[in-house]
């Protein structure tokens, strides 16, 4: 086991989860994954997961060792109790409340929880997720409050001293794939755009800049939008560098 410097990565084969797996990978000394299958109308997101890890171990021979295993947790009744576009075949729209219905209610703090119960088990102190303030949705499971809340929850009701990391809280989608290009450089960048799925609809037939997606859908145009503002931040940097030489 590995004791007070292992870690536990939320990792639903999305953008924002990949480059959280890569931010362990460079700080923890062991790494192990977790996925939920829920139903959700994108499961081909789960499918990416396997990918994308072969892919960091054949690419970053120092991650590869530090790469531990990988889980799946099945929770169904979250598709159940849950009236959302994300688990049903129904429009992508914004609610009434400014909400998309693609929220599903409390559906961090299920996965935290649960997280939290697998890394209690696996000796796991360190617990990473993507959840991010900045550019989202405006889902209040990811605000900061509610995870340093739950933080607190967990480790009164556990009797453990979990740490929950989010790296990308404050940061926007350009931000991320720019964390991304300083952890892992081109070769990491290229993995998540290959690799990773974003696409609510779970459409991996298209293939953009960015990656895969039907492009149309709020989480495509998300990531549209922040690639193209980091390639045009790196060229912009770039033109800075040669004008400095
Ligand atoms: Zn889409």
Redesign the pocket.
Known sequence: MSGSNGALVLFSGGQDSATCLAWALDRFERVETLGFDYGQRHRVELDCRTGLRAGLVADFPAWSDRLGEDHTLRLDALAEVSDTALTRDVEIRMREDMLPNTFVPGRNLLFLTFGAALAYRRGLRHIVGGMCETDFSGYPDCRDDTIKALQVALNLGMERRFVLHTPLMWIDKAATWKLAADLGGAALVDRIREETH????G?RTHRHDWGY?????P??ELRRKGWNEFVANERQSQATESADV
């Open positions: 974003t696409c609510y609809l459409d997606g039907c492009g149309e859908c989480a495509c």
